[in-house]
């Protein structure tokens, strides 16, 4: 879920367990979408991305699901540990070029 | 291969002044995008630079201005500061083809007194 401003919601799980981090966004019209973990004084580094063609990618570890009907984009985290704990962010493309609307993010906290 | 690099890590200025950032993109990238970042407004798009040329703009003032140079490298310049202009400003670099990952830089910080 997405928050305003200063208060990011937060995700707190066990250490080992399953994450899920959602996002709701906002252009019909965008057909690139992209996560991103940020952590304490670093850039975002890039974690999984998806085109509009799909509805779900899967990496190492990491997954998304695009459900384009609802708008709606997450982020599974498999066996979740404590260097995934960062701020998580989404982020839409649509048009050309590379211009990204990110969404507010998340605060992902593991506890050992 | 090095990634972005931005330059100066931290910046104090005073309003009214006016400030460079420098962005060298990853060898062979030839992308180059501004973010700035806030607790209050988040990640906003400032601009992005594409072989030299602006492709596009965010929604920010005419104060805030970039460009992008022959070796991809891009600096982007706020002049008149305010106070809320303080923020991290971030560089990503990309190939340049269009909807896909962006790299990014550990930012700038700029804080303005």
């Known amino acids: 879920g997405e928050s305003v401003g200063l208060h990011l919601p937060t995700l707190s799980v066990q250490e080992g367990d399953n994450s899920i981090i959602n996002c709701a966004y906002s252009?019909?019209?965008?057909?690139?979408f992209i996560w991103y973990k940020q952590e304490s004084g670093k850039g975002p580094q890039f974690i999984i991305d998806i085109r509009s063609n799909m509805d779900k990618r899967q990496g190492q570890r990491v997954t998304v699901l695009l459900n384009k009907t609802v708008k709606h984009l997450s982020l599974q985290i498999a066996a979740t540990q404590p260097g995934d704990s960062a701020v998580y962010f989404c982020a839409e493309k649509a048009g050309a070029g590379n211009m990204l609307t990110f969404g507010w993010g998340t605060r992902l906290m593991v506890k050992p | 291969k090095a990634g972005v690099t931005q330059t100066p890590r931290y910046l104090i200025k005073t309003r009214g002044q006016q400030v460079t950032l420098s962005c060298s993109p990853i060898?062979?990238?030839?992308?180059v995008s501004w973010y700035q970042q806030t607790p209050g407004q988040g990640l906003q798009f400032l601009f992005e630079?594409?072989?030299?040329?602006?492709?596009n703009k965010g929604n920010f003032p005419g104060r805030f201005s970039g460009r992008q140079f022959s070796n991809s490298r891009s600096e982007m310049n706020v002049s008149t500061l305010e106070l809320g202009d303080s923020a991290l400003y971030l560089c990503a670099s990309s190939l340049g083809r269009g909807g896909e990952k962006l790299f990014f830089g550990s930012g700038t910080q700029l804080s303005v007194l």
């Open positions: 252009n019909s019209a965008s057909d690139y």
């Open positions: 060898s062979g990238h030839r992308s």
């Open positions: 630079y594409f072989s030299e040329t602006q492709r």
